[in-house]
């Protein structure tokens, strides 16, 4: 099964955070941690933000009720 890998432009266009909330929220243990790509290079899997998403999603929703 291939994985599509996410550079940060594209992390920060899905979730609307900017780079440095990323890292902040890494830093927190709040979103997934970034694969190494090479020497300067990170992304992250995309089934790993789609699932941060969604349980932003949801506890969005839980929280409204």
Known sequence: ?????????????????????IYLFISRGEFPKPISLGRRAVGWLEPDIDEWLQGQIEASRQSKS
């Open 1 to 21: 099964m291939a994985k599509k890998v996410l550079r940060i432009p594209e992390v920060q266009s899905r979730t609307g955070l900017s780079r440095s909330s």
